[in-house]
């Protein structure tokens, strides 16, 4: 009993440990963030790796969404004659929630991992510390550029997502099921807002983009210098960041939408 | 040095891609576009009942979408639904005995004001009030009634 509350205790202790070393780093990379201005080259090549290379997952995933989302609403709306709010069904579930959602998920799961992994190892095979040796900051020169296309590719890929996915419920909507087109659109626009639905889902996925980025660098730069010290960090950089973004967009979601 | 140019070009791209889907979202899926004057003036209308209208429920006139209402309150005085709108500034001629009336779009769709217009020669502005209202018409207290006077006449 003494032993397993002891164990509790310990863990707890851990978890927060680790929780304030991640607040720390965040505050660090936050704070890196002007050494990266002057080196705008540093942040290209982290856009190109985070963002460009995320580019087909996000948009092929967006179109089989957006063409899945078609035929399921159409099944369900026909039945109560409704096919016209196919469009408002599609984009309004695309906008506010899978969109900023699926693509943050695929995000971690394409670039998070991939940055856990590029940061674990180059600890691993001490190149954090060989960078340190000559008087560089590795989180300036490192860290913080990557943590900076994250933010900046999140809202760019969640909107490809939704605008992809739109596309798609109307390619499969009035394409393949004849729903007609003008009703697919003038629907949806007159009834998705641009406030209410278009900013707040860039919010969302700005927040996502901040979260998943975080946990990805975070676990990558904690990560035990081995190699199954790598793999365990990038396994906690995909759970984590889903557990975040789930969570996180419940959170939001109650904020935004609350009331009508 | 080719690889770098390349790698720039593909980058642009795709920020290009990033925005040109944000102004479609904003443009062609969302209401932005027509809001882009934004001048209006504001009447407001007590009804006995305004049933399920909402802030943003359009006001209509013959048909056409003429502006939107801005707020909904009850006045604890008396006991009216007070309900405010915004009606775009080019349609300044509406006569100051028009009819507002809540309406439902189908059988089951949304509620909206429809306002109809009288003979005054004289024309609403901003802040003045509609008289002559008609209230929502409540399906329940509709079925009620008939099914009450379904019951007398058969005794």
């Known amino acids: 009993m003494i032993q397993f509350l002891q164990g509790l205790g310990k863990s707890t202790r ?123 900051d590795p989180i300036k020169r490192i860290i913080s550029p990557r943590f900076l296309a994250g933010l900046l590719s999140m809202p760019l890929l969640a909107a490809l997502f939704s605008a992809v996915g739109i596309i798609g419920g109307q390619l499969v909507g009035s394409g393949l099921l004849g729903v007609d087109e003008g009703a697919y659109w003038s629907q949806m626009q007159a009834k998705l807002d641009f406030q209410d639905d278009i900013i707040n889902g860039i919010i969302k996925s700005i927040v996502f983009g901040f979260v998943a980025t975080w946990i990805a660098l975070f676990e990558g730069y904690d990560a035990m210098p081995t190699s199954e010290g790598v793999s365990r960090a990038t396994t906690r950089t995909v759970v984590n960041s889903a557990f975040s973004i789930l969570g996180l967009d419940f959170i939001l979601t109650a904020l935004m939408f609350g009331d009508d | 040095m080719q690889h770098t140019s390349t790698q720039d070009t593909l980058v642009g791209l795709f920020v290009a891609a990033g925005v040109a889907s944000l102004f479609f979202l904003s443009l062609q899926v969302s209401n932005l576009s027509s809001f882009y004057d934004k001048e209006t003036y504001t009447i407001t209308a007590r009804f006995e009942n305004s049933g399920g209208l909402k802030v943003k429920s359009p006001v209509s006139a013959a048909g056409v979408k003429i502006g939107q209402v801005s707020a909904i309150d009850f006045d604890p005085k008396s006991y009216q639904s007070v309900v405010t709108m915004k009606i775009q500034a080019p349609y300044n001629t509406l006569p100051d005995d028009t009819t507002a009336s809540i309406f439902t779009a189908g059988l089951l769709g949304e509620q909206y004001v429809n306002l109809e217009p009288g003979g005054s020669e004289t024309f609403l502005h901003d802040n003045s009030k509609i008289d002559i209202t008609q209230s929502a018409i409540i399906l329940e207290k509709a079925i009620g009634q008939f099914l009450f006077k379904a019951a007398e006449e058969k005794k």
């Open chain 1, 14 to 136: 851990t978890s927060f440990t680790k929780l304030g070393r991640a607040t720390f780093f965040l505050l660090r990379t936050l704070s890196g963030l002007f050494s990266v201005l002057p080196r705008p080259r540093l942040l290209l090549n982290q856009l190109y790796f985070v963002g460009v290379l995320s580019f087909l997952i996000i948009t092929i995933s967006g179109l089989f969404v957006g063409m899945v989302l078609g035929l399921q609403g159409y099944y369900i709306l026909s039945d109560f004659g409704a096919e016209a709010s196919l469009g408002l069904m599609v984009a309004s579930s695309l906008v506010r929630e899978l969109g900023p959602v699926v693509s943050a998920l695929l995000f971690a799961g394409r670039a998070g991992s991939a940055l856990t992994a590029e940061i674990g190892l180059m600890k691993a095979t001490e190149q954090l510390s060989g960078i340190e040796m000559m008087a560089v």
